[in-house]
């Protein structure tokens, strides 16, 4: 049996009372108290993440920006310095390799961070497909750890613990060299879970600190640590998509209902042909959310129906700890997509009543001023 990788707060989720589980291979927590419990926390309040298992891959070098705009859908070329940027990456054929987010650092300088299973394929695939740019791309990884706070509470939080002040750091943007309890990291305000908050970078050693110090600044505004189990159920209020769920090699970010991010003006990337002539053809099928009439809980895989006959599958169902009803997204042909719609689901061999709803579930709470 493989051994399951360690982040470097594995000690304090053990000490915390964390549900260990295999994600990915990684030993993370999947709930503390409890994924409900979480779920609210971050909703009224604050949640802590240990995502330190994301991949971290720096391009630098007088190309570095040319080869970014080659592998992405997304333009970077109107990027501000320290903005950050999320874009699919895409195959030839217009199936999603993973998506990223870019964070620009200097003009020849970005930081890519991707999802942790795919940290491995996306480097190769990088290294692969910048072969001739001026650009060196390094997988680092191992040298950063990442702490995310998100609720409404974070900002108060986090500003106890930093001298930077952070009425000034704009949605979708980093700080570099930031002190956070006296450790030198890198904070962005962005996030996964559809509220306002901040993602931190540091080095791996500097972790259990800066974690400690925030959870014990932060107990008497109700900051709770938070794991997997409410990430995924915060994300999919908020519609955010995930690889293997809303986004694989089998499907593109136009059938994901990503085309804002897909600029095919651009004079070109990996996957721009097939991404053109898919939209040009038309959809065979987009993304929708489904409210379950009838009791139940939707599940990825579960089969959607009309008039009893199979028109797609849910890409994503949970019960909704905010909203109190079931909800899917899934991918089913468009003209079954307009809200309102009347369809049903498949429970294990039951047809369960559903609708659809505009998405996303949950209006996200960002602070974009």
Known sequence: MTEL??????EAHEQLGGKIIDFGGWALP???TGILDEHRAVRERAGLFDVSHMGEIMFEGPQAFA??????VNDCSGMEMHQV????MCYPDGGVVDDLIVYKLGDQRFLLVVNASNAGKDFDWMSKNIVGFDVSAVNISADMAQIAIQGPAAQDILQRNTTTDLNTLKFFYCAPDTNIAGRKCLVSRTGYTGEDGFEIYCAPADA???WDTLLASGADSGLIPAGLGARDTLRFEAALPLYGHELSAEISPLEAGLGFFVKLGKDEFIGKDALVAQKAHGLARKLAGIEL???GVPRQGYTVLSGGAPIGHVTSGVFSPTLQKGLALALIPPEYAKAGTELALDIRGKACAARVVKIPFYKKAYRKE
């Open 85 to 88: 940027l999320y874009s699919p």
């Open 30 to 32: 999947v709930q503390y």
């Open 67 to 72: 080869a970014i705009q080659h592998l992405l």
């Open 293 to 295: 009439v009838d009791r």
């Open 5 to 10: 990788r360690r982040t470097p707060l594995f």
């Open 208 to 210: 259990r600190h800066i």
